[in-house]
C-alpha cells in the first residue's frame, strides 16, 4: 500500500491556510452517519475554500485531522484515499481529541496549500 502521507514537503509559492473544517454543509447541515460520512464532508469543505483561491487538493502541503475517535482511524482513511489520489501526498497530523466545537462533530479537518503559480498576492 502506497504511503498515506508525506513525511516533508517544501512549499514554492503563495500559502492558503484553510481553518478548520467540520462536516456540515453550505446549509449548514451536519453529515449524517459515520465518520466516513463527516470526514468526506469536511474534505468537500477544504477543497471548496481552496477553489475560491484558485487552488485544489493537488495543490495541499499539511492536512490536520482532529478526531473525536480513533476508532473511527479506517473511516477518516478510506475517506482520505478517495480525495488524495495525487503524489505527493501532502505531510499530515491527526490528533484524537475529546471534544469539538459541536458534539455531534466526529471530525474536524484543517489544511495549508500552496497556491499555483500567478494565483497569490502578486497576481491580484
Not at 484553510?18 to 452517519?33: F, I, K, L, R, T
Not at 477543497?47 to 477518516?76: P, Q
Not at 482513511?77 to 478517495?82: L, N
Not at 490528533?95 to 495549508?112: K, P, Q, T
Request: proline letters at 4%; aromatic letters at 4%; charged letters at 25%.
Amino acid at each position: 500500500m502506497a504511503q498515506r502521507y508525506s513525511d516533508a514537503l517544501v512549499a514554492d509559492g503563495p500559502l492558503v491556510f484553510v481553518a478548520g473544517q467540520a462536516p456540515m454543509d453550505a446549509d449548514g447541515m451536519v453529515a449524517v452517519g459515520d465518520a466516513l460520512a463527516q470526514t468526506r464532508q469536511a474534505l468537500r469543505n477544504v477543497d471548496s475554500a481552496l477553489a475560491e483561491h484558485g487552488a485544489d487538493m493537488r495543490h495541499l502541503v499539511k492536512l490536520t485531522y482532529y478526531l473525536r475517535h480513533m476508532a473511527d482511524l479506517d473511516d477518516v482513511r478510506r475517506a482520505v484515499d478517495t480525495y488524495l489520489v495525487h503524489e505527493p501526498r501532502p505531510a499530515s497530523t491527526l490528533v484524537e481529541v475529546s471534544g469539538l466545537v459541536d458534539s455531534r462533530f466526529l471530525i474536524e479537518v484543517d489544511a495549508v496549500a500552496v497556491l499555483p503559480r500567478g494565483r497569490g498576492a502578486e497576481a491580484r
